[in-house]
């Protein structure tokens, strides 16, 4: 049931590749939820022109790049149309340009939905509207990106490592 209702996305997408081609592997799972064929296939290539792997449809997700195993597994997170999306350092092998493109396009796709976001890297919850900081396991400070700049050294000194990167 949970799965019915949460798009997850991991760090390391090796463990969730389950097709034989990109395209096979982004459209699995649908199907069992009763989406009609012709809408999976609209969905798949949706969500592969939204993460820029619709030149790889055909590739097999075992020669992807680590990048691009994680823009996979991005595709087919949105194609599911889930309520909520959970995202563990989902972006960590992309660049920035590519995480961009990525984070703008999940964006649109949850809008008025609930998306939770492991992250290090402050340019992928800068528009969040509420991000916690832990430190050692524990919540350090909560607010957005504006109130913790102003008020959260930890948050401040991530944001200036970033920047100087």
Avoid at 5 to 28: H, S, T, Y
Avoid at 83 to 93: F, H, Q
Wanted: proline content about 2%.
């Amino acid at each position: 049931k949970i799965r019915q209702k949460a798009g997850m996305v991991f760090q390391n997408p090796d463990n969730q590749i389950i097709g034989n081609v990109v395209e096979e592997d982004v459209g699995f799972g649908p199907e069992n939820l009763g989406v009609p064929t012709d809408e999976i296939w609209k969905r798949v290539e949706e969500s592969l022109t939204a993460t820029g792997m619709i030149s790889y449809r055909a590739h097999s997700p075992n020669k992807l790049s680590g990048g691009q195993k994680q823009k996979l597994s991005m595709a087919r997170a949105m194609l599911s149309e889930t309520d909520i999306m959970l995202l563990d350092e989902a972006t960590s092998a992309l660049d920035i340009v590519a995480t961009e493109k990525i984070q703008n396009a999940l964006d649109e796709k949850m809008r008025g939905k609930t998306m939770v976001l492991v992250a290090h890297n402050i340019s992928t919850v800068i528009n969040a509207d509420k991000i916690i900081v832990f430190d050692g396991g524990k919540v350090i400070a909560e607010g957005t990106h504006q109130t913790l700049s102003e008020t959260c050294s930890l948050y401040q000194e991530l944001a200036s490592l970033q920047k100087e990167a």
